[in-house]
T-cell receptor, first 112, second 112 residues
Framework: IAGITQAPTSQILAAGRRMTLRCTQD?????MYWYRQDLGLGLRLIHY???????GKGEVPDGYSVSRANTDDFPLTLASAVPSQTSVYFC???????????FGDGTRLSIL | SQQGEEDPQALSIQEGENATMNCSYK?????LQWYRQNSGRGLVHLIL?????REKHSGRLRVTLDTSKKSSSLLITASRAADTASYFC????????????FGKGTKLSVIP
C-alpha cells in the first residue's frame, strides 16, 4: 500500500538519550517534512527537504536534525532528548512545492 | 507562528446537519488547503483552493476563499457520524515555498 511509514509508533525515552524517528515513503515524492503536534498548538514544522540531498529548517528546528540521503527516507534525530520534546511527530511528503501533503500516522514520543 | 486560525475551536452537530468551519490567515498565500485528522491518525488532505479561486467543491465539501478578508470556510453538507474529526486549514505562501503553515484546528463532533 502506497504511503508514508513511520517507526516506531510510540516510544518512551529517558531524557538525555539519543533517538531517531524513521520515515519512509514509496510515492517517489520530492519533498518531505517533519512536524510536531502538541495540544493547543496545532502542527509546527521542524525540518523539511525539497529534494534528496537538501534540507531546511522549519519553525521549531532546535534540538532536532534530519538527513535526506535518498528520495524515500527522511529520518529525524533527537541528539539529546528533553521533556519538552514530548509530542506526536508526523512525517509528510508531497510531489510538488505547493501541492497536497501526505501524512504518516505519527510517532508518539514521551521523554521522561 | 500560526498563519491560520480556525473558528470555532469545537463544533457539535446532529447527523444530517451542515457544518461550517472558518479559517483566517495573516499573509498573502499561493493556496489554502483543508485537512482532516481522525483521532490517533495522520492528517488527510481534503481540498486545495488556489489564491485566484473563490469556491471549490468536492463531494459534500464546499470551500470558499476570500483573499480580501484573508479568510476561508469549509462547509460539510449532510454530515455523518464518520465526519467526526479535527479539521485544519493550512496555507502555502511565497514563490517556490514548500512549506505549509497549519492552524490549530476545529474539532467536529457529529452526533448520530
Amino acid at each position: 500500500i502506497a504511503g508514508i511509514t513511520q517507526a516506531p509508533t510510540s516510544q518512551i525515552l529517558a531524557a538525555g538519550r539519543r533517538m531517531t524517528l524513521r520515515c519512509t515513503q514509496d510515492m517517489r515524492h520530492n519533498a518531505m517534512y517533519w512536524y510536531r503536534q502538541d495540544l493547543g498548538l496545532g502542527l509546527r514544522l521542524i525540518h523539511y527537504s525539497n529534494t534528496a540531498g537538501t534540507t531546511g529548517k522549519g519553525e521549531v528546528p532546535d534540538g532536532y536534525s534530519v538527513s535526506r540521503a535518498n528520495t524515500d527516507d527522511f529520518p529525524l534525530t533527537l541528539a539529546s532528548a528533553v521533556p519538552s520534546q514530548t509530542s506526536v511527530y508526523f512525517c509528510a511528503s508531497s510531489d510538488s512545492s505547493r501541492g497536497p501533503q501526505h501524512f504518516g500516522d505519527g510517532t508518539r514520543l514521551s521523554i521522561l | 507562528s500560526q498563519q491560520g486560525e480556525e473558528d470555532p475551536q469545537a463544533l457539535s452537530i446532529q447527523e444530517g446537519e451542515n457544518a461550517t468551519m472558518n479559517c483566517s490567515y495573516k499573509t498573502s498565500i499561493n493556496n489554502l488547503q483543508w485537512y482532516r485528522q481522525n483521532s490517533g491518525r495522520g492528517l488527510v488532505h481534503l481540498i486545495l483552493i488556489r489564491s485566484n479561486e473563490r469556491e471549490k467543491h468536492s463531494g459534500r465539501l464546499r470551500v470558499t476563499l476570500d483573499t480580501s478578508k484573508k479568510s476561508s470556510s469549509l462547509l460539510i453538507t449532510a454530515s455523518r457520524a464518520a465526519d467526526t474529526a479535527s479539521y485544519f486549514c493550512a496555507t502555502n505562501s511565497g514563490a517556490g515555498s514548500y512549506q505549509l503553515t497549519f492552524g490549530k484546528g476545529t474539532k467536529l463532533s457529529v452526533i448520530p
